[in-house]
Nanobody, 126 residues
Framework: QVQLVESGGGSVQAGGSLRLSCAAS????????MGWFRQAPGKEREGVAS????????YYADSVKGRFTISQDNAKNTLYLQMNSLKPEDTAMYYC???????????????????WGQGTQVTVSS
């Protein structure tokens, strides 16, 4: 089992920045891929970014490329999402997730991730 706890959400004006954190515990060695997802009211959950925990390769949704950066601190078992140039359409609940598969196999598909955090709310006002 892997436990994930997100933090760092909040309210910000358009153009602002936030950094989300996800603290992992439990059998973290089994998590070959970790990712960030988001879900806005009335919409399906969508993948934002993922990272191979071993090699560090990163993957991003087109909507956040150039604005968001996923990173990890293996010593702290913590995943981060630096979000810059935020837009109102980035407003959503953001979730951290982990999978034992490699990221390139998962295509940022939420259904392929096994472990989930409880989420942290991000609200961007115009």
């Amino acid at each position: 089992q892997v436990q994930l706890v997100e933090s760092g959400g909040g309210s910000v004006q358009a153009g602002g920045s936030l950094r989300l954190s996800c603290a992992a515990s439990g059998y973290t060695y089994s998590s070959n891929c970790m990712g960030w997802f988001r879900q806005a009211p009335g919409k399906e959950r969508e993948g934002v970014a993922s990272i191979d925990t071993g090699g560090g390769s990163t993957y991003y949704a087109d909507s956040v490329k150039g604005r968001f950066t996923i990173s990890q601190d293996n010593a702290k078992n913590t995943l981060y999402l630096q979000m810059n140039s935020l837009k109102p359409e980035d407003t959503a609940m953001y979730y951290c997730a982990a999978s034992s598969s490699e990221c390139w196999l998962l295509s940022l598909s939420p259904s392929k991730y096994h472990y989930w955090g409880q989420g942290t709310q991000v609200t961007v006002s115009s």
